[in-house]
């Protein structure tokens, strides 16, 4: 395997090699398989789990706890995550005692690029995977870095509640699956993990939040008429539409079983009778999901007539069933009215839910405001951290490696 430093002036003493680095969006509370792989694809928001808590909301009170609100890690742009097996073969870079790997790299874009590589154009591949190719590739680098700078100002004391921390996120991944260890074992396999690796991973992950916690300790101050001109120029961030939901019984005569008709009875005539029939269940207390089940022959009869939210004044509701809005608009939630003859047929509405248009006031949000403000500013302080650990890397280097790296996934994805 070549290799080569991307700086050979770093300090190499104290350095713990492998592993995870620095971290995207930084995580605490990790409970399930798709919550890791949702990490391990670089992904900054836990998608999966009402209980997935950043880190930066605090592990630990023992731990310096972080600035930032779940919402706010959604757009800071923290290095990509993710862990792959350490590749062979193929040109290495050495940052701070770590290798990276072409094939590490190229492994990581696979699922965006190989596609491009296939149309066999390989000018044409090299130029547009490129910016992505470097994003990768900074992204690993500062992952290293960042957990390097963590390691090396973590406190002496830093030992026994990293371990408290680290143990309490173990205890919590076993509960995840009943505190049934073959059970939970088998899961990290699946994502590339033993106890031992995952136990790395978590330590890493918690230490270089506590660094990046102290990293962003001052605050910006903000005027209050700041404050103003956001709100008015940003006003459609709070404010939401009117929305409307209902259900509906239809009954349509021509469409009648013929159960439900007696004889000798018109279509028209059984329609209208059974319609009565059903609206005198409703108001008896009969539910009206089932009897839509039970009745209805609209379209949504097998949900329950349950329609998907309506946007007051959108238009939205095709004819015949457009003047259910204005019907639904003067109804109360959990009121039915009916029959309404409609297009040839006899419709019986009950209304669910109804949530009027409005906007929040200026100081509703004004605490909103303040801590996007504060957040913009921390999300600078952040980059200039980055860019600070990242300066000292060879550049030139960079690039001949990101060279070798479209090389290698060219000739990977798009063999001759």
Same mark, same amino acid.
Request: proline content about 6%.
């Given at each position: ?18 592993? !995870? ?173 033993? !106890? ?110 349950? !329609? ?104 990977? !994805?798009?063999?001759?």
């Amino acid at each position: 395997m070549q290799r080569f430093d991307a700086d050979e002036n770093f300090p190499k003493a104290g350095v713990e090699s492998g592993g !995870w680095g620095g971290y995207n969006a930084v995580f605490c509370k990790v409970h399930n398989k798709d919550e890791i792989m949702t990490m391990k694809n670089g992904l900054t928001v836990v998608l999966t789990g009402t209980t997935a808590i950043f880190l930066f909301a605090g592990c630990s009170n023992k731990i310096p706890q972080g600035k930032f609100t779940a919402e706010q890690m959604k757009t800071i742009p923290f290095p990509s995550r993710y862990e792959l097996p350490t590749p062979e073969g193929g040109m290495a870079l050495n940052v701070e005692s770590e290798t990276i790997t072409t094939k590490e790299i190229v492994l990581r874009l696979e699922p965006q690029l190989k596609p491009l590589a296939m149309q066999g154009n390989e000018a044409a591949f090299r130029q547009a995977a490129r910016p992505a190719f470097r994003e990768a590739l900074r992204s690993r680098i500062t992952d290293i870095l960042l957990y390097k700078e963590a390691k090396k100002k973590a406190p002496e004391n830093i030992d026994d509640p990293l371990d408290k921390a680290v143990e309490s996120e173990l205890t919590r991944f076993l509960a995840a699956y009943g505190n049934n260890r073959a059970l939970a074992e088998n899961a990290l396999r699946t994502m590339g993990y033993d !106890w031992k690796s995952y136990r790395d991973f978590e330590r890493k992950l918690i230490l270089t939040q506590s660094y990046l916690s102290k990293e962003f300790t001052e605050k910006r101050p903000v005027a209050h008429g700041e404050m103003v001109d956001y709100y008015n120029q940003h006003r459609d961030q709070f404010c939401w539409d009117g929305t409307i939901q209902f259900r509906v019984i239809e009954i349509i005569p021509e469409k009648l079983p013929s159960r439900l008709v007696r004889p000798g009875e018109a279509a028209e005539a059984a329609g209208v009778r059974l319609s009565v029939e059903v609206m005198d269940k409703i108001k008896d207390g009969a539910d009206f999901g089932k009897l839509a089940e039970q009745y209805s022959q609209g379209p949504l009869a097998a949900q329950g007539g349950l !329609w998907r939210p309506v946007t007051i004044g959108s238009g939205s509701l095709p004819a015949p069933y457009d003047m259910l809005e204005q019907k639904a608009m003067a109804m109360e939630p959990g009121q039915a009215v009916g029959p309404l003859p409609v297009g040839g047929r006899l419709l019986i509405l009950k209304l669910e839910d109804k949530k009027e248009a409005r906007c929040k006031s200026f100081e509703e949000v004004q605490d909103a405001i303040e801590q996007q403000f504060q957040f913009e500013f921390r999300k600078q302080q952040y980059e200039k951290v980055v860019e600070k650990l990242t300066a000292r890397v060879d550049v030139v280097r960079m690039d001949i490696f990101l060279d070798h790296c479209m090389t290698d996934a060219y000739a990977m !994805w798009n063999p001759k």
